[in-house]
């Protein structure tokens, strides 16, 4: 059975930084896309950042580009989301997603997650 973990997840200020972890068991993800998405409340969940195999490749939304850094350790099955310069509108929670993606894409859409983590709540107060 595979179970994603997600953590690091709080409260902070317009302008912090956090820094996610999603360490994943039960699925070997070495060769496979992972990703992070987000869901605001009345919001859908939105696609925020991947990763190719052995960090081969990473891609973001343009809201977040420039400011989140994505990275996996393979040996620890664990995907990190690094959020900097923190906006009220990144306000969400946030969760891992993995996927059966090989090769080059540019972005993941919800239907390509084959497994959600439960997800860690994120809030950036003004």
Same mark, same amino acid.
């Given at each position: 059975?595979?179970?994603?973990?997600?953590?690091?997840?709080?409260?902070?200020? %317009?302008?912090?930084?956090? @820094?996610?972890? &999603?360490?994943?068991?039960? @699925?070997?993800? #070495?060769?496979?896309?992972?990703?992070?998405? @987000?869901?605001?409340?009345?919001?859908?969940? +939105?696609?925020?950042?991947?990763?190719?195999?052995?960090?081969? %490749? /990473?891609?973001?939304?343009?809201?977040?580009?420039?400011?989140?850094?994505? #990275?996996?350790?393979?040996?620890?099955?664990? !995907?990190?989301?690094?959020?900097?310069?923190?906006?009220? +509108?990144? /306000?969400? !929670?946030?969760? &891992?997603?993995?996927?059966?993606? !090989?090769?080059?894409?540019?972005?993941?859409?919800? @239907?390509? !997650?084959?497994?959600?983590?439960?997800? /860690?709540?994120?809030?950036? %107060?003004?």
């Amino acid at each position: 059975q595979v179970q994603l973990v997600e953590s690091g997840g709080g409260l902070v200020q %317009s302008g912090g930084s956090l @820094r996610l972890s &999603c360490a994943v068991s039960g @699925r070997t993800f #070495s060769p496979y896309h992972m990703g992070w998405f @987000r869901q605001a409340p009345g919001k859908e969940r +939105e696609f925020v950042a991947g990763i190719g195999a052995s960090g081969g %490749s /990473t891609y973001y939304a343009s809201s977040v580009k420039g400011r989140f850094t994505i #990275s996996r350790d393979d040996a620890k099955n664990t !995907v990190f989301l690094v959020m900097n310069s923190l906006k009220p +509108e990144d /306000t969400a !929670v946030y969760y &891992c997603a993995t996927t059966s993606i !090989v090769g080059w894409v540019t972005s993941i859409s919800a @239907r390509e !997650v084959n497994d959600w983590g439960q997800g /860690t709540q994120v809030t950036v %107060s003004s």
